[in-house]
T-cell receptor
Framework: GQQLNQSPQSMFIQEGEDVSMNCTSSSIFNTWLWYKQDPGEGPVLLIALYKAGELTSNGRLTAQFGITRKDSFLNISASIPSDVGIYFCAGHSGAGSYQLTFGKGTKLSVIP | GAGVSQSPSNKVTEKGKDVELRCDPI?????LYWYRQSLGQGLEFLIY????????KSGLPSDRFSAERTGGSVSTLTIQRTQQEDSAVYLCASSIDRVYTEAFFGQGTRLTVV
C-alpha cells in the first residue's frame, strides 16, 4: 500500500525556536493534511492543502504542498510549551481508494 | 453535538469475547473512516464508508473485524473473538464527502483485551 515517510521521528527544541518537519511519498497525492495529537485525544486537523505549490498558514503554523505533489512540510514558528504533541501528515491520492494514508508522526518536545 | 462522538471511551474485555464500538459522525458528513492506533504508533486504516457506495474494507486485519453504517450516519465496528493484539485505540473520523477530505476525528475508544 501507499506509505508516507515522515521526518524527523522526534525532536527536542527550546521554547521560542522554529520547527520544521516534512513528509514524502513515492506516489502523487491530491491532498495533504497535517494533524496534531495530544495524549489521550484524537488527532486535530491543523491545515489542509489541496493544490500543488499551495502555501497555507494557520497562526504560527505554515504548511506547503510540494510542487511534485509527493511531499509536504509543516513549519511552526516561535514554539511554545503547548506545541508539545505528535504531529501527523496525511495524504489522499484520489486514485480509486479514498482512504487517508498517515505518516508515523513527529513527536515534538519543547523545553521551556 | 458538533463533533465526532465515539462510545464507549474505554472498553476492557476478556479474550474471546465480541465487542462493538460506536461512532456518530458529524451531521451531514457522508464519508466515515475507522483507524486503529497501537500504543505510540501511527494510524492504521481499517475501513472507509462513502454515502451508499460499497465500503473500502481493504484495511481490515482479519475476518474477525467487520463494520457497518446504518442510514448513512452511525457506524459500528465489531470485533469478534477478541485477541490481546486487538488492544489499541480505535479512532473514527468523518469528512463532508470524497472531494473535501478534511477528516475530523473523535476521541477514540481505548480497547484493552485481557
Amino acid at each position: 500500500g501507499q506509505q508516507l515517510n515522515q521526518s524527523p521521528q522526534s525532536m527536542f527544541i527550546q521554547e521560542g525556536e522554529d520547527v520544521s518537519m516534512n513528509c514524502t511519498s513515492s506516489s502523487i497525492f491530491n491532498t495533504w493534511l497535517w494533524y496534531k495529537q495530544d495524549p489521550g485525544e484524537g488527532p486535530v486537523l491543523l491545515i489542509a492543502l489541496y493544490k500543488a505549490g499551495e502555501l497555507t498558514s494557520n497562526g504560527r503554523l505554515t504548511a506547503q504542498f510540494g510542487i511534485t505533489r509527493k511531499d509536504s512540510f509543516l513549519n511552526i514558528s516561535a514554539s511554545i510549551p503547548s506545541d508539545v504533541g505528535i504531529y501527523f501528515c496525511a495524504g489522499h491520492s484520489g486514485a480509486g481508494s479514498y482512504q487517508l494514508t498517515f505518516g508515523k508522526g513527529t513527536k515534538l518536545s519543547v523545553i521551556p | 453535538g458538533a463533533g465526532v462522538s465515539q462510545s464507549p471511551s474505554n472498553k476492557v474485555t476478556e479474550k474471546g469475547k465480541d465487542v462493538e464500538l460506536r461512532c456518530d459522525p458529524i451531521s451531514g458528513h457522508t464519508a466515515l473512516y475507522w483507524y486503529r492506533q497501537s500504543l505510540g504508533q501511527g494510524l492504521e486504516f481499517l475501513i472507509y464508508f462513502q454515502g451508499n457506495s460499497a465500503p473500502d474494507k481493504s484495511g481490515l486485519p482479519s475476518d474477525r473485524f467487520s463494520a457497518e453504517r446504518t442510514g448513512g450516519s452511525v457506524s459500528t465496528l465489531t470485533i469478534q473473538r477478541t485477541q490481546q493484539e486487538d488492544s489499541a485505540v480505535y479512532l473514527c473520523a468523518s469528512s463532508i464527502d470524497r472531494v473535501y477530505t478534511e477528516a475530523f476525528f473523535g476521541q477514540g475508544t481505548r480497547l484493552t483485551v485481557v
